[in-house]
């Protein structure tokens, strides 16, 4: 089995079973929603305890517990410029803000990047008359390019 194939094996389940990922990943004790989500579609490492709690919880075999512990080849788009219309509204955030982001992020702490290694992500429904809001806060730590 590939870790893509798992991938798929894990949305099965999720939806044979009426599941929703906070369901699953609630199972990952310690680690944030985003993050065991990001891990069960293939793009980060779960720890052993978590790999184990959700490979129970799933009904996975020894061996797609082992695989969910494995780092990954990150990076799961298709396409260079995603075609999913919610994936590409973030391809058009960058397009768009991108150029703000950098200044901000350079006036405010100097010549360097957000890491999204050192990362934390928090995504929640934010309830307005006018129609719930998506709010996704995104924390980086700042890494200052070297001189040498």
Known sequence: MTREELTAKIRDIKIAKGLKWKDITAKAEGLSKEYATAALMGQMP????????????????????????????????????????????????????????????????????????????DLKREPDPAGDRVSITMSGKFLKYKMY
């Open 46 to 121: 779960l720890p052993e305890p978590a790999a184990k709690a959700i490979g129970t919880f799933l009904g996975l075999d020894d061996f797609e517990v082992k695989l969910l512990q494995q780092v990954p080849y990150r990076g799961s788009l298709p396409t260079a410029v995603p075609t999913d219309p919610l994936i590409y509204r973030f391809y058009e955030l960058v397009n768009v803000y991108g150029s703000t982001f950098k200044a901000l992020i350079e006036e405010e702490f100097g010549d360097g990047i957000m890491s999204a290694i050192d990362f934390k992500m």
